[in-house]
């Protein structure tokens, strides 16, 4: 990795964990500790505000030193850093490739595997960015391998597996393919538009609005949960969904409100959280809630497949 966006990233994240500003001495001396810098080496004044600058240029934000606080530097404002999902994931990027030097040399790092599919990404970037479509052939778990002829618009990541987003030209609709069961795949330089309904439709800022994860069905509805002592606190920490809003406390249980639709990996993220958490609104939902419970009970108690078809 360049040096200098190690030091970026680096200085960015001790400045966000010392909010309180640091002096060029205590950045200094932090940098010589850091296992970013296995080596030791000095950082002199001049390097300082030169990597300072384009700290500030690689992620939009200002470094001040406040001389009448000690001569402190501090991120002027974090809003930047909050707000831009551009930045926040070219931080991830720089944090990412930083912790791949370190798993070279030390074993106190264990990481989960890479995402599925990984390898499919370029080509699918490069028809995104040339404005061409593909070939693709596609292998589901409910049918043989298919070819596609393909509009990639969009792509993402949910749950360690890399999703594009796109058009089917032959049917003119929305369709979303897993990278991990995309057999072969080929740029095709004929270009093909997407119809104006498609082109609203497939936002990438608003395409999955009210969704939890990758499937987007069903209208949205408002659901209410109870999550039990302790997972009401981890769910505090980490939302099930953005919408999420804390309606009732007390000791023993928390209820939360989440507006979203009530898709299939929803359910499973629900069920996830075991017998710490349980539905309750609206009735129809917790009534299908309950049928999947009777039936994983059922499974269980025969070995027999008790699977409801969604």
Known sequence: MIFKYKFCIWLVDTLLLNLQGLTISDIQQKWKNSSYNPDGGL???????????????LFNIDIICEKSNGGVYK?????????NIAIQWLISGLRISSLGELCQKHQSLI???VPLGVQRLQIIMDAIDQEKSLILTYKSHYSDPKEYLFIPVFVRLFKQ??????????KDRCITFSLERIITTSIVEDKFKLSKELAKTLNPKTYFTHCYGIIRQYDPIRIRFRAFFPQNLYL??????????LIDETEDYSDFEIYVRPTYDLKQELLWNRDKLAV????????????ILEATLDGYKTGKNFAIDE
């Open 43 to 57: 950082l002199t004044e001049r390097s300082f505000h030169r990597y300072r600058n384009e700290t500030e240029s």
């Open 236 to 245: 505090k920490d980490a939302p099930i969904h953005e919408s999420q809003d």
């Open 111 to 113: 990481l989960e595997s």
């Open 161 to 170: 597996r890399w999703y594009v987003i796109g058009a089917d030209v032959k």
């Open 75 to 83: 991120i002027l404002s974090t809003e930047e850093l909050d707000k």
């Open 280 to 291: 309750l609104a609206p009735e129809s939902f917790r009534l299908d809630m309950i049928h």
